[in-house]
Nanobody, 128 residues
Framework: QVQLVESGGGLVQVGGSLRLSCTAS????????????LAWFRQAPGNEREFVAS????????YYADSVKGRFTISRDDADNKWYLQMNNLKSEDTAVYYC?????????????????WGQGTQVTVSS
C-alpha cells in the first residue's frame, strides 16, 4: 500500500555531486504526507544505519549530521510527494546505501525508530 522509492544513486568521484530523490505512493501515506517529517539515512557495510538529514513538516526547519553539514541539502516538494538530498563535494566516507524515511515524529529526531516508512535504499559509491 505504501511505497517509498529512492533514485539518483550511482558511482561518482571524490568532489562530485549527486541528487537523490524519494517518491512516495499509497493513498494513506499521501493523505498525511504534508504532516510528516522527512529524512535521509545511510548505512555502510558493517555499520548501523545513521542519520544524515531531515526536514520538518512545511519545510521550515532542517537538520544535518555533522559529517555532511555544509555539503548536503535536504528539500521537500509536497505537491509531488517527493523529497530530495542534494549531495555536493562528496567524500569516500559518504559511500553507503542511502534510505529515505518519513514519519509523524519531530524532524530533529535522528533515531530510526521515530520514522514509520522507509524506502528500499539506493547505493552511493564515491571513488577516490
Amino acid at each position: 500500500q505504501v511505497q517509498l522509492v529512492e533514485s539518483g544513486g550511482g558511482l561518482v568521484q571524490v568532489g562530485g555531486s549527486l541528487r537523490l530523490s524519494c517518491t512516495a505512493s499509497g493513498r494513506a501515506f499521501i493523505r498525511a504526507f504534508r504532516t510528516y517529517a522527512l529524512a535521509w539515512f545511510r548505512q555502510a557495510p558493517g555499520n548501523e544505519r545513521e542519520f544524515v538529514a531531515s526536514i520538518s513538516r512545511g519545510g521550515g526547519a532542517t537538520y544535518y549530521a555533522d559529517s555532511v553539514k555544509g555539503r548536503f541539502t535536504i528539500s521537500r516538494d509536497d505537491a509531488d510527494n517527493k523529497w530530495y538530498l542534494q549531495m555536493n563535494n562528496l567524500k569516500s566516507e559518504d559511500t553507503a546505501v542511502y534510505y529515505c524515511a518519513a514519519g509523524p515524529g519531530p524532524a530533529h529526531s535522528t533515531l530510526v525508530r521515530h520514522y514509520s516508512y522507509w524506502g528500499q535504499g539506493t547505493q552511493v559509491t564515491v571513488s577516490s
